[in-house]
């Protein structure tokens, strides 16, 4: 039996805003998306990032949240991922985090 895995979505809403994978780069471990619906000229920018799976007790209901990667909270913004207004500032969000895998590496 293979470990469920669960890939970024291609596509998420937030704040009546919708979402679209734009760009997904493996081997840079980041992804773009472009707001289609909502904002104009907007995209979110960020490292793709993995979690363990996880054992969830809802009273008393047991959930196993499987091994997947995850979209940024509030607080990532600024650290591991960027907001951006342009193309212009979202090159610039996609540099960075190229940039911060160069220097672990």
Do not use: Q
């Not at 913004?77 to 979202?90: I, L, P, Q």
């Amino acid at each position: 039996m293979t470990e469920e895995f669960r890939r970024l979505p291609d596509t998420y809403e937030f704040h009546g805003n919708s979402m679209v994978l734009e760009e997904r780069n493996d081997e840079e471990k980041y992804v773009v998306y472009k707001c289609v619906k909502g904002l104009k000229n907007y995209y979110e920018v960020f490292k793709i990032k993995e979690c363990k799976a996880t054992t969830i007790n809802m009273g008393g209901k047991i959930s196993v949240v499987p091994r997947r990667e995850k979209l940024p909270s509030e607080n990532s913004f600024g650290v591991w991922a960027w907001a951006c207004n342009g193309t212009s500032s979202r090159n610039k969000a996609v540099m960075k985090i190229i940039e911060s895998n160069k220097t672990k590496k």
